[in-house]
């Protein structure tokens, strides 16, 4: 495995050290101050569409065995990191299809990329995707999800309710997961675009949360949503098969890592507050605050390495479903290791709730969450290890 980051990505990380300084930092600190996601008007996504930023991977070329990434995974990977150690939540606020490509890209016909895609290549003004799973009664448990389908003629009717969705009230469309038949589990699963307008298309709500408040967490309902049968992605000659939850697993398999890069960053950012703090406060002369330092930065390293394993593997098509799991299981607790410690070690500094660890503190937590907790991944690997079949997601 070749550690070296190419000469593109090396690039793209200046960008973001220094986008990251002058803009990603202040933008969060203020989000998390008025306690609200940053306006979808407001001037930094301009600033970040007229730069370039947030515009679709694909090229307009059919992905090569309908890989949910395109392009270099492990580049991708570094500039997440290096966006995440800015502040995690304004880089999910990013303009682009966000979690609604992969399924695109690895499940979508060549006429879907293109209606939905298309408008991300050059974007004349800042726009979402969004991705929803997620409902009130199923999270973990992906293949309890209860939103329905129907076929009615050249439509389907959608009913539901979803959760926590990413960026969904501004986003442009929104990759919704459903069920045409609860009782037949993942196998029922259908993904569907569902466009912004579309009625019965409503209810959206912003979640209140602990901390990356710079993004919106959004629920939504469905109700007799009719969508266009040409936005059910990949047709339905792609759900034969349990293809459906395959489609599901696949872009997990390429946002896990890259989840786990976002925690290395949010790590690697507590850290350095945290030996900058001990230095001011002239701990650094015990050996215990060293060593724990040390300890920290030797485990996000260590993180740091699974994440990049499991891009390379996604890079060089092998299959990587054990080392996405991995990075995921293991990055959030070492990033929490790091917001942890800083915490301990700003005692009453930290308590007042003014100091840049305890906001990191807080954003660190929903890494262990997203995308599969932790638990669920170890789950997952435990039984890959002794030869059970998967389950849950
Ligand atoms: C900040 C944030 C952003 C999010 N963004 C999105 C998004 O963009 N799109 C989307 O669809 N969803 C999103 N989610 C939802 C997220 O994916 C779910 O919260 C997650 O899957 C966990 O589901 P849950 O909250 O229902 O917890 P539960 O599934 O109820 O789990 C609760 C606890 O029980 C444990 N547990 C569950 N099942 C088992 C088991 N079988 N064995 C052992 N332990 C188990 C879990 O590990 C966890 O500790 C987001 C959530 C957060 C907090």
């Not at 991708?76 to 606020?93: I, K, N, P, Q, T």
């Not at 259908?190 to 466009?195: G, L, M």
């Not at 390429?254 to 949010?266: D, F, S």
């Amino acid at each position: 495995m070749d550690l070296r980051p190419d000469d593109a990505t090396r690039e793209r990380l200046a960008q973001a050290r220094t986008l990251g300084r002058e803009l990603i930092r202040p933008v969060g600190l203020e989000a998390d101050r008025l306690g609200r996601p940053t306006p979808p008007d407001h001037p930094f996504f301009e600033q970040l569409v007229r730069l370039g930023l947030g515009r679709t991977r694909w090229t307009g070329e059919p992905p090569k065995k309908r890989a949910a990434v395109v392009g270099n995974a492990r580049g991708m990977l570094c500039v997440a990191e290096e966006l995440s150690y800015w502040d995690r939540g304004v880089a999910v606020s990013f303009p682009g299809p966000g979690l609604g490509e992969p399924p695109l890209l690895s499940m979508g016909t060549d006429e879907q990329r293109e209606r939905f895609l298309t408008p991300f290549r050059g974007s004349d003004r800042p726009r979402w995707g969004s991705f929803a799973m997620t409902e009130p009664g199923a999270g973990s448990d992906v293949a309890g999800i209860r939103a329905s389908a129907r076929r009615d003629g050249d439509t389907w009717i959608l009913d539901g309710d979803k959760s926590f969705a990413a960026n969904a009230s501004r986003a442009d469309w929104i990759v919704v997961w459903v069920t045409v038949d609860a009782s037949l589990g993942r196998e029922g699963h259908r993904a569907f675009v569902v466009e912004q307008g579309t009625p019965g298309l409503g209810g959206f709500h912003v979640e209140r949360k602990m901390g990356l408040k710079a993004y919106e967490s959004t629920s939504f309902t469905l109700r007799e949503c009719r969508v266009p049968a040409a936005n059910l992605i990949g047709g339905e000659e792609h759900y034969a098969r349990r293809a459906g939850f395959k489609g599901a697993m696949q872009s997990f398999n390429a946002t896990r890592p890259t989840i786990a890069a976002m925690a290395v960053g949010i790590g690697r950012s507590a850290l350095d507050e945290a030996a900058a703090f001990a230095r001011e406060a002239g701990v650094l002369r015990d050996v215990r605050v060293r060593d724990r330092l040390e300890r920290v930065r030797r485990r996000l390293r260590v993180a740091r390495l699974l994440c990049w394993r499991a891009a390379w593997l996604a890079d060089h098509r092998q299959p990587n479903v054990m080392e996405a799991s991995m990075s995921k299981a293991f990055a959030p607790t070492a990033a929490f290791e790091a917001a942890s410690l800083g915490m301990e070690l700003l005692g009453m500094e930290g308590g007042r709730g003014d100091h840049l660890i305890e906001k990191l503190f807080r954003d660190v937590k929903a890494m262990d969450i997203v995308e599969g907790t932790g638990q669920i991944q170890r789950l997952l690997m435990a039984r890959k290890l002794v030869g059970l079949p998967r389950d849950p997601a």
